[in-house]
């Protein structure tokens, strides 16, 4: 059975002396929703990196942009929906690309020989230019 890949997980204290905020601040980010920390078999929340990252944007949101949490909330949705529609706009474009290079393999041409009609290519040459006006004689 293999082993599941393990995280680097950080405390609230760490992570509160780390952002120089007081504990307290996560757990009301936690308790608005605005962070979703994983917890330990104790009971203890556990901060990912992800976790730091979205705090990262908090803080700058409300600390440098003056963003109150319910912005804050609406902002972290509309960036999550804007990753998923990226998402889905890469993944279309990828299916397009497909389908036109699939269109795009070289149909052979039609063999003249099986024409009931000889078709000849018109080439043209010195007899291509057209007749002097006679009118203006």
């Known amino acids: ?26 757990r009301l980010y936690e308790r608005e929703g605005l962070l979703k ?3 330990s078999e104790g009971n203890t929340r556990l901060y990912t990196s992800e976790d730091l990252e979205r705090l990262d944007v ?5 600390r440098d942009l003056g963003v109150n949490l ?3 909330e ?3 949705n509309m960036r999550e929906k804007m990753r998923e529609m990226q ?4 993944e279309f474009i990828a299916t397009l690309n497909r389908e036109l290079a699939a269109r795009s393999v070289p149909h052979p041409e039609p063999e ?7 078709v000849m ?3 043209p040459g010195p007899s291509a230019n057209p007749p002097p006006n006679r009118r203006n004689r």
């Open 37 to 39: 920390p994983s917890r």
């Open 112 to 118: 003249e020989r099986n024409s009931l009609i000889p």
């Open 121 to 123: 290519v018109a080439r």
């Open 1 to 26: 059975m293999a082993k599941a890949k393990s995280k680097a997980a950080y405390m609230i204290s760490v992570v509160a002396e780390q952002y120089a905020i007081h504990p307290q601040t996560l």
């Open 87 to 90: 998402s889905q706009i890469q």
């Open 70 to 72: 319910a912005g804050v």
């Open 74 to 76: 609406i902002i972290l």
């Open 58 to 62: 908090i803080l700058h949101l409300t």
